[in-house]
């Protein structure tokens, strides 16, 4: 393993922002900031896979590792984003083993799993098929999301599936779930239970920040955030800016 996979394993304190206004200028400018990361939310935002293309491609000339969270665990949207440079993907709203191991089949190359070998950007539009694999079996990253009730509580079974790189906190969307269910326990209380399930698999878990303070709280727990997005950023700024001037 080499660059982000092997940093992440090593639980090297890493931070970068989501990414989700369709525009490679604001990969550029966000890029320009040296983050750690950057990772593009397809999820969340309209970006069709032709301008993610086109937004990898800002990201590498930044010179950062981009990664895709993908709309779905569908494998189209994975090898989607794969096959057009990313350096790895994050899969939203995985709640089971059998999830799981459908994301790493869709990532991963054979024997690890069962993506298929396209002539796209990755590949060097089929000039570098053979090294591309090579590369990718190396140093793709696989993560997931666990950002429900029901995650939490197979959270061990899903951490267990070979060939996930790192588990992603949720905790928006998970204090959405908690609240709609008849629960006694807090939402700090499911966080340290995914926390203690990723040590007790020896696996890394991250979570998502909004802003630094909370980043650096909870990277002297864990090792991964991702902190805020270009939205929310231009989003302040632009109340700031705008704020009565008295």
Known sequence: MTGLRVAIAARTPLRGPFVAIPSPMVVEIMGGANPDFLCIDTEHSPIP???LTEMIRAGDLSGQPVL???????AQNITAALDA???????????????A???????RFPPEGTRGAGPGRAAGYIRNIAG???????DT??????????????????LAVPGIDLALIGPGDLA????????????DTLIDEVIAAGQAADLPIGIFSPDRDTSRTWLKRLSFVIEGSDALFLTLASDAASAPLD
């Open 85 to 99: 440079g990313a350096t790895g993907i994050l899969v939203p709203h995985v709640s089971s083993a059998q999830e």
């Open 132 to 138: 591309y694999i090579e590369d990718a079996r190396r």
């Open 101 to 107: 191991a459908a994301v790493v089949k869709a990532a």
């Open 68 to 74: 895709v969270r993908v709309q779905s665990a569908l």
């Open 176 to 187: 959405v779930d908690l609240a709609a269910r008849d629960e006694t326990r807090s939402l």
């Open 49 to 51: 896979d032709f301008l």
């Open 141 to 158: 990253v696989v993560m997931v999301q666990i950002e429900t009730v029901a995650a939490v509580a197979r959270v061990a079974e899903i």
